[in-house]
């Protein structure tokens, strides 16, 4: 799904594949446990979050508090991480790429 969005380049991180644009990361994926971190801001973390925190929740220590969320692949619905990677990905992404992936 990362690769879907334009300019994406998959790289390596820590021997986990990373989601890039701009040489930003906005998502990495644990594929050992099954899950994504993705960059939200502090608001969409809170809002993603309240939805249940065994599928959503803040990564542990400072990189929680600086956005990175964790999302359980097989608890999450379909539409509720397509919905969190678009909005990873504007968060890291320029403008004239984030626009076409912004809902209204």
Not at 1 to 11: G, I, P, Q, Y
Not at 76 to 88: G, K, P, W, Y
């Amino acid at each position: 799904m990362a690769l879907s969005f334009d300019d994406v380049v998959e790289k390596p991180h820590f021997e986990k594949p990373s989601f890039r644009v701009n040489k930003k990361i906005f998502a990495t994926l644990d594929q050992k446990n099954e899950t994504v971190s993705l960059k939200l801001s502090d608001v969409d973390q809170s809002v993603f979050c309240s939805f249940d925190k065994s599928v959503i929740y803040p990564v542990s220590g400072a990189w929680g508090k600086q956005g990175w969320t964790t999302v359980v692949l097989k608890k999450v619905r379909n539409e509720m991480f397509q919905d969190a990677l678009a909005v990873s990905y504007c968060n890291v992404t320029p403008k004239r790429l984030s626009e076409k992936y912004k809902s209204s």
